[in-house]
């Protein structure tokens, strides 16, 4: 069984920081691509940012220059650090990752429970 903590949300005014961790746990072999998805009500679940595990990173154009993505393998955790945060950015964010979980096992991904991330003045 794997499972993916997420921490770090909160309330931020505009301009402001915050920083997500999402922890993997459990069975795991090897951890392929991590990264951040968010959810505003009422819209899809976009991609924020991924990281692979050679930390190769891609982040979505609206938050490119304010987040960064970032991992500690030997942690089995990502981090996302939200810079000049903006109302826009408003939503539940959600960690993503790709594991396998045994050898010659196929790769499978898992979420988390999501972490809300509410921008207002």
């Known amino acids: 069984q794997v499972q993916l903590v997420e921490s770090g949300g909160g309330l931020v005014q505009p301009g402001g920081s915050l920083r997500l961790s999402c922890a993997a746990s459990?069975?795991?072999?090897?951890?392929?691509?991590m990264g951040w998805y968010r959810q505003a009500p009422g819209k899809q679940r976009d991609m924020v940012a991924t990281?692979?595990?050679?930390?190769?990173?891609n982040y979505a154009d609206s938050v490119k220059g304010r987040f960064t993505i970032s991992r500690d393998n030997a942690k089995k955790t990502v981090y996302l650090q939200m810079n000049s945060l903006e109302p826009e950015d408003t939503a539940v964010y959600y960690c993503?990752?790709?594991?396998?979980?045994?050898?010659?096992?196929?790769?499978?991904?898992?979420w988390g429970q999501g972490t809300q991330v509410t921008v207002s003045s």
């Open positions: 993503n990752a790709v594991i396998k979980t045994g050898w010659g096992k196929p790769s499978n991904d898992y």
């Open positions: 990281c692979t595990s050679d930390g190769s990173t």
């Open positions: 459990g069975s795991i072999f090897s951890i392929n691509t």
